[in-house]
């Protein structure tokens, strides 16, 4: 029953670890992942659990229909402990405030506006003390049990199916290892998404950018002419970037530069930015104000030195999307057969899918029915949770 599968799910602690050098990031991560192992065992579905902690799993269908694929991860965000998750159900929930345990915390239909559409539905909270972990454990949840009701069909009524279920993503580390051989699917879906009524097909263009400013320390007393301050070199250069291209004052497709962090002193000062956006070409404008606030500033300071290193990290999945528009197509289908009209919500970050696009497998995201993710306000609603099962069972028939 999905209930019961989403809070066996969620009592295991599988916080990953952003400073762990070794694959998966922490080995808690296998009690849930050999658990789904297992599981997969069970019902007599092929699998694999890799030497690198990755689920692939197949379940062959009517070879004449196109292979598709369905991802969630394991693992469970930084920001809020994972461990000893002790899950509230509320069922017939009447659109009163939800005291979260004794922790003095209130989940509110007055904040949380989501809530206000649940009236009658069963929430799923957290006791208040630890996130709840639906990120992603309800994707995992809908995943099997999808796979449990396709077992029930006839192969040739249902499209080949391949699961893959991975480590990491809370990390950026979830796509490394995707091993296409394993995860051979014509397109797939990540089920990591909050609403179920939305498709997400379009994330940020994104690249790291590190400054070192080397100065030319003396005496201050003495300095004139001579001091070149590391420091205030660095601030002229955060100063001379878009001041509008912030986080706080950009929303929808509107790219930013973001300080993530910044050190200095006379002799030496460094800047971490993430640069991020949804067009390619803004974003490489972005990063030429980078190398031309470096050349202005190397004039205008002779002597100073500055390094500029900008990486990529990941890429926005629309431009392969765009090319191969069947996945997105398919779900909004398949959805609206089932009364529910797909929504396009562009992602303001990343997803996983964007480098199983950019690696040949076309991956947009779905909804979960979960809420709040990364958070002691986590809830999610399982009525929504159920619906995805059925709406995704629908995608994989013939
Ligand atoms: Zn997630």
């Given at each position: 029953m999905l209930l019961d599968r989403f809070i066996k799910y969620v009592s295991i602690d599988t916080q990953s670890d952003e400073d762990s050098k070794t694959t998966p990031s922490t080995l808690k991560q296998y009690d849930l992942l050999k658990l789904l192992k297992n599981e997969l065992d069970e019902l007599g579905v092929q699998n694999e659990?890799?030497?690198?902690?990755?689920?692939?799993?197949?379940?062959?269908?009517?070879?004449?229909l196109d292979p598709i694929g369905l991802c969630s991860h394991v693992d469970t965000a930084l920001e809020c402990s994972g461990k000893d998750v002790?899950?509230?159900?509320i069922k017939n929930y009447d659109l009163s405030d939800i005291k979260l345990g004794k922790s003095g915390l209130i989940l509110s239909p007055k904040e949380y506006k989501h809530l206000n559409e649940c009236k009658g539905k069963?929430?799923?909270?957290?006791?208040?003390?630890?996130?709840?972990?639906?990120?992603?454990?309800?994707?995992?949840?809908?995943?099997m049990e999808v796979v449990e009701s396709l077992l029930k069909l006839d192969?040739?009524?249902?499209?080949?199916?391949?699961?893959?279920?991975?480590?990491?993503?809370?990390?950026?580390?979830?796509p490394e290892h995707f091993n296409t051989k394993k995860f051979a699917c014509k397109y797939a879906y990540t089920i990591d998404g909050a609403n179920i009524d939305y498709i997400s097909y379009e994330n940020f263009?994104?690249?790291a950018a590190n400054i070192v400013v080397k100065g030319k320390s003396i005496?201050?007393?003495?300095?004139?002419?001579?001091?070149?301050?590391?420091?205030?070199v660095l601030a002229d250069f955060i100063n001379k970037l878009p001041k509008d291209e912030i986080p706080a004052k950009t929303e929808g497709k509107e790219g930013f530069n973001h300080l993530c962090y910044m050190e200095g002193s006379v002799e030496k000062a460094s800047a971490n930015y993430i640069i991020r956006n949804h067009s390619k070409e803004i974003i490489e404008r972005q990063v030429q104000d980078f190398y031309n606030i470096k050349s202005e500033l190397e004039k205008a300071y002779p002597g100073v030195e500055i390094s500029l290193e900008i990486k990529d990290q990941y890429h926005n999945m629309y431009e392969i999307i765009k090319d191969h528009p069947e996945s997105v197509n398919h779900a909004k289908e398949v959805f609206k057969k089932l009364g529910v009209d797909l929504k396009?919500?562009?992602?303001?970050?990343?997803?996983?899918?964007?480098?199983?696009?950019f690696k040949g497998v076309p991956?947009?995201?779905?909804?979960?029915?979960?809420?709040n993710h990364h958070g002691r306000y986590e809830f999610a609603v399982l009525e929504e949770m159920e619906k995805m099962v059925e709406l995704v069972t629908e995608l994989l028939k013939a």
């Open positions: 659990l890799d030497e690198c902690g990755r689920v692939y799993g197949f379940i062959p269908g009517n070879p004449s002790k899950p509230q159900v069963t929430i799923i909270t957290t006791d208040g003390t630890t996130l709840l972990g639906a990120d992603d454990k309800a994707g995992l949840a809908i995943i192969p040739s009524k249902r499209h080949p199916l391949y699961v893959l279920f991975t480590p990491d993503e809370e990390i950026g580390r979830g263009n994104a690249k005496h201050p007393g003495s300095a004139k002419g001579i001091m070149i301050n590391a420091s205030l396009d919500a562009p992602i303001r970050g990343g997803t996983d899918g964007a480098t199983f696009s991956t947009p995201n779905l909804g979960t029915g979960s809420y």
